[in-house]
């Protein structure tokens, strides 16, 4: 049994962190009722999961987490088996400095949702340099996404002068979302 961080704040219901609500309340869903996921920490209100029409059982996984003495006190104890980032470049590398200054054994795994060589470089250099342990991956949503992120990586590294590994890049299509999301029209949900 796993209990897992959702690492950034985001909506169900439009577009917010957690990417594009498309693809991704399907996502959320299937880690919320997976049954080996006893517990999913989360910085927002469990009220916001509603949408998602989980029954009861399931809404009982999660635990709401109000404060950062809160969430070191979550990590503290390595109760934490995973944190999920919402992408892979705008906390991943944050919590994987996070885990590696707490000497937690805590796995961080972020989403690709767009690729860009030219803005996400840098940030390629900061998740290198935080120091990506053998279970942290980035969850590439197709082929085409791993191989742009290899290529990146080896580009990155190739001018760095100290040497760093690179997170795993795990193959991870995410599910069509057929279902209509509030406050979308019928344009914007042609596909993910």
Request: aromatic share 10%; hydrophobic share 40%; glycine share 4%.
């Given at each position: 049994m796993?209990s897992?961080f959702i690492?950034?704040s985001?909506?169900v219901?439009d577009?917010?962190?957690f990417?594009r ?13 997976c049954?080996r ?8 209100s469990p009220?916001?999961f509603?949408?998602?029409e ?5 809404q009982?996984?999660i635990t709401q ?5 809160a ?5 503290a ?7 999920l980032c919402?992408d892979?470049?705008?906390h991943f590398a944050?919590w994987?400095?996070y885990r590696?200054?707490?000497a937690?054994?805590?796995a961080?795994?972020?989403?690709v ?12 250099y900061r998740?290198l ?16 996404a791993?191989?742009v992120l ?15 590994r690179?997170?795993g ?12 999301v509030p406050?979308?029209?019928d344009?914007?949900?042609n596909g993910?």
């Amino acid at each position: 049994m796993y209990s897992v961080f959702i690492a950034d704040s985001f909506s169900v219901a439009d577009t917010g962190l957690f990417g594009r609500a498309i693809a991704n309340r399907r996502l959320l869903k299937a880690i919320l009722s997976c049954g080996r996921i006893y517990r999913v920490y989360t910085t927002d209100s469990p009220e916001i999961f509603s949408i998602l029409e989980l029954p009861e059982s399931i809404q009982e996984k999660i635990t709401q987490l109000t404060s950062l003495p809160a969430v070191d006190r979550a990590f503290a104890d390595n109760q934490i088996q995973a944190v999920l980032c919402s992408d892979f470049v705008t906390h991943f590398a944050n919590w994987i400095h996070y885990r590696n200054s707490h000497a937690l054994n805590t796995a961080v795994y972020g989403f690709v949702h767009s690729l860009s060589y030219q803005r996400f470089t840098a940030d390629i250099y900061r998740i290198l340099c935080a120091g990506p342990s053998l279970v942290d991956a980035i969850l590439c949503t197709s082929q085409c996404a791993e191989d742009v992120l290899e290529r990146l990586f080896v580009k990155v590294q190739d001018t760095m002068s100290f040497s760093s590994r690179a997170p795993g890049l795990i193959r991870m299509p995410l599910p069509f979302e057929t279902d209509a999301v509030p406050g979308q029209d019928d344009r914007s949900s042609n596909g993910p």
